[in-house]
């Protein structure tokens, strides 16, 4: 191959081995469970939450390791770009996008922030932050069963492989 042809030829994306990881954390937050036994609301509000909680998990499983660490970045990007054609889909104007993705993305950083510590923390903690931050139907009850439910994917996370996991496998 000629040096010019090289140079010319579009470079591989490197997001093109992500895409099975970020459908299966929109699966995996689509499931029935999260809204029929732990009080999620299933509204835009309570499905957009279940999306961040789900890949705030994945991504603090994937900063535990040096070799996944760089794959945040874009995997955070292929969120970005979802969240992007959603809000445009749903008739959000160009002017108003940009403000929108920055109050997602700060979503994002503080539910990280949050999950961070609470992880560490009792249930019962885990489940004060989590009524903070998910739109519940039961905020009596329900954010315990849902700290549960979470603190069980942070444990099959931890439990995946790097493979597994870049692979698309969220659960084992």
């Not at 999306?51 to 760089?70: D, Q």
């Not at 970045?73 to 160009?94: C, P």
Request: glycine share 6%; proline share 5%.
């Amino acid at each position: 191959m000629s040096l010019i042809s090289r140079l010319l030829r579009p470079a591989a994306d490197p997001r093109e081995a992500l895409p099975p990881l970020w459908h299966d954390v929109v699966i995996v937050s689509r499931e029935r469970d999260w809204y029929a036994h732990c009080g999620v609301a299933d509204t835009v509000d309570g499905r957009f939450d279940m999306i961040v909680l789900v890949l705030s998990l994945v991504l603090l499983r994937m900063e535990k390791n040096p070799a996944l660490t760089p794959q945040t970045a874009l995997l955070t990007e292929l969120f970005v770009a979802d969240m992007d054609r959603q809000l445009r889909e749903t008739g959000v104007g160009d002017l108003m996008v940009g403000k929108r993705m920055g109050k997602i993305m700060s979503a994002l950083g503080g539910r990280m922030g949050a999950l961070r510590e609470a992880m560490i923390e009792s249930d019962a903690k885990l489940a004060e932050i989590l009524a903070r931050n998910v739109a519940l139907v039961d905020e009596d009850k329900k954010p315990f069963h849902l700290a549960v439910r979470a603190r069980a994917l942070h444990a099959d996370l931890a439990a995946q492989s790097e493979d597994a996991l870049l692979a698309g496998k969220v659960r084992p």
